[in-house]
């Protein structure tokens, strides 16, 4: 590993030089997290990025030579004023990881995992996966010549699952709506064969989530260095929003910024562990003890039992004044349609999500400037619509035919 990152836990605020898994605090017993202490040329969060490498120095790859990159990162940023206005917002942003290469902003953690597995020489990777991780592990793992198995859990979307598939790796679904339980197996079968465990849970495997760190970078260079007051994202084990803040410590460590955009986790009312820590002052250990029972939500992205990053996400909301909300399926399935006709945007539920909670956010306070992640592309979740859309309507191939539906 570079000699310009050590580990560090946000629990107790340890440092180690040096660490080996499980990757856990000697201190506290919290997980611990990779920490940049590496300063880049100006130039390098001046210009902009052509994909999520540009800001290499910053990430934990020890041998330049073993990136996989398939085009992640360097999404866009695009402003909503339509509904920036609609919602009383003096600014509303969107930053679309819909465009990534498999159509989410997993493809981002798993290139820089993927590069992890090639410098310590495996043969295989393996990952829990309600689906956008799966989708990106098959295909970093055919970019780097590698063998992928894909334990799905029970709120794997079905076009994930396919898609998965396409790329050539062993994909399985586990009968079980637990993740926790799915990893339990994938941790098991990972030490039993000797493959490398790329799912994106920091609380096993630190370097995995790496990647998400550069959506902050990429946000401060979009919005030339005037970040919004809120940056909102949804939350299932809460690696995104976890990397996001822990982007913005870097950029305020390196004298870019003085202060952090508030954090706002989102997640569904059927699978909503986050709210219910910061709702009751949880440690994160303390949330490992009450797994959320029974997930039920068509945000199945976000349907995580426990938090697998609550080491990263808690501190973030908790240090930002930021706030956890849940929104129930009904208003997911309104913000998607809405956000797909005012905007032209279709995306998943979780990503729904966290447009959902706008409105919440909204509540507290108008005027507020806001970044919204799109974590993935509703191409990927097309059943998830079919009760939402009307169907084509059947005519004769005559002008008179049209006309007359139309008038109906």
Known sequence: MKTNFHFRCFGCD???????????????????????VATVPSAVLRSPPRSLWHYWELLPVTIPNRMVSLGEGATPLLESPRLARQLGFSRLYIKNEATNPTGSFKDRQIAVGMARALELGAHTVAVVS???????????????????????HGHAASAKATQAAAYGARCFRVCSPAASAVFDLCIR??????????????????????????????????????????????????????????????????????????????????????????????????????????????????????????????????????????????????????????EGLLCEPSSAAAFAALKRLSDIERGLSVCVVLTGSGIKDLDALRDQVPPAIAIDGTLEALTAALER
Request: aromatic fraction near 8%; charge should be negative; glycine fraction near 12%.
């Open 130 to 152: 309600s689906g956008n991780v799966a989708c990106a592990a098959s295909a970093y793992a055919a970019r780097a010549g590698l063998r992928a198995i894909l334990l799905m």
């Open 189 to 342: 079968a990972c030490r039993e064969h000797g493959w490398y465990h790329l799912s994106t849970a920091g609380m096993y495997e630190p370097f995995n989530v790496e990647g998400a760190k550069t959506i902050a970078y990429e946000i401060y260079q979009q919005t030339d260095g005037n970040l919004p007051d809120w940056v909102v994202a949804p939350v299932g084990g809460g690696g995104l929003l976890g990397g996001i803040w822990r982007g913005f410590l870097d950029l305020k460590r390196m004298g870019l910024i003085e202060t952090l955009p508030r954090l706002a986790g989102i997640q569904a009312a059927g699978c909503a562990p986050l709210v219910d820590a910061i709702q009751n002052n949880r440690s994160f250990l303390e949330t490992l003890q009450t797994p959320w029972q029974n997930p039920k939500t068509i945000a199945g992205g976000i349907a995580d039992d426990i938090l697998f990053d609550g080491h990263t996400v808690l501190p973030a909301i908790r240090t930002t004044g930021g706030a956890a909300f849940a929104v129930a399926d009904d208003e997911i399935r309104e913000a998607q349609t809405v956000l797909a006709r005012n």
């Open 14 to 36: 340890t440092q180690e030089a040096h660490a080996t898994a499980p990757y856990l605090c000697r201190r506290c017993g919290e997980p611990l997290s990779i920490e940049s």
